[in-house]
């Protein structure tokens, strides 16, 4: 089948591969992009992360947390241009739409909730008719826990929710740092139960073929594909994962040097961009 430059380029983009393996892979995998990344990765190339959040309009992602720290939401409220993402009249009404998210369990029950004098889903299409520009909720992610701590990075482009088994002297600081983790990180789950099963055999079968490929003899491979298993969990679980301000301890361990009983019960993340 024909594979377009634009096909090529956009697989390019999202892989870090070359010009010449990606368009091979497309060719290959018959213009499946998934397939594509999956037999680039098979043939040992390099391949970045594939994030859903690539694909994310501009706006604002914004975490906001209950009075006892309870409950908490993340909400981007979506925009064509970074030109009116930044603009700090459509910043006060992100915030405003978001304070409003906290209430609600559902993003049906927010959209159909009032807000000043309207539904707001009626609010957003009086604003894109204001605006000039698409207007409407991205994402909406509800987290309870004994304690819930947030983090928004800067530019409002990665908002972070993370939750936490009790309440210590300093949970707010941990809370903060662990959802600063999951923010920079990007995690995939909390654990390595919470990995679904079919991302952890197509990770076995990856390594498995880069070690035929690296001619391990076929009764090795499953030992060593359980050992490279043991890496991806660690790289790719939030609590496993080495803490950012000190690589010398993991996630989990940070938290229970705090407290010993302590653990992360939760995380929610949402990006832009």
Do not use: W
């Amino acid at each position: 089948m024909k594979i377009t430059a634009s096909e090529v380029n956009k697989l390019r983009q999202s892989t870090g591969a070359g010009m010449m393996d990606c368009k091979k892979a497309l060719v290959e995998s018959e213009g499946d992009f998934d397939k594509a990344i999956e037999i680039l990765r098979k043939k040992g190339q390099k391949v970045a992360a594939n994030r859903a959040d690539r694909e994310s309009s501009e706006g604002a992602a914004l975490a906001k947390v209950n009075a006892d720290n309870t409950a908490g939401v993340l909400v981007s409220i979506n925009c064509e241009t970074d030109f009116v993402a930044k603009n700090d009249t459509y910043l006060a009404l992100a915030n405003s739409l978001a304070d409003k998210a906290l209430e609600h369990d559902t993003l049906e029950n927010f959209l159909s909730s009032e807000f000043q004098g309207m539904t707001v889903a009626e609010k957003l299409t009086e604003q894109t008719g204001v605006i000039g520009e698409k207007i409407e909720i991205g994402a909406f992610k509800k987290l309870t826990a004994p304690y819930v701590g947030s983090y928004i990075h800067a530019g409002n482009k990665i908002a972070t929710l993370v939750g936490l088994s009790g309440i210590v002297d300093n949970a707010a600081e941990i809370a903060k740092n662990v959802a600063m983790q999951a923010a920079a990180m990007n995690p995939i789950a909390l654990n390595e139960e919470g990995v679904d099963a079919t991302i952890v055999q197509k990770e076995i079968e990856i390594a498995k073929d880069q070690l035929r490929q690296e001619g391990k003899p076929e009764a090795m491979l499953d030992n060593i594909a359980k050992g490279k298993i043991k890496r991806f969990f660690k790289d790719n679980t939030l609590i496993n994962q080495a803490f950012i301000k000190d690589a010398k301890i993991s996630v989990a361990g940070y938290v229970k040097s705090a407290d010993a009983d302590l653990v992360v019960t939760a995380f929610e993340r949402i990006a832009l961009g």
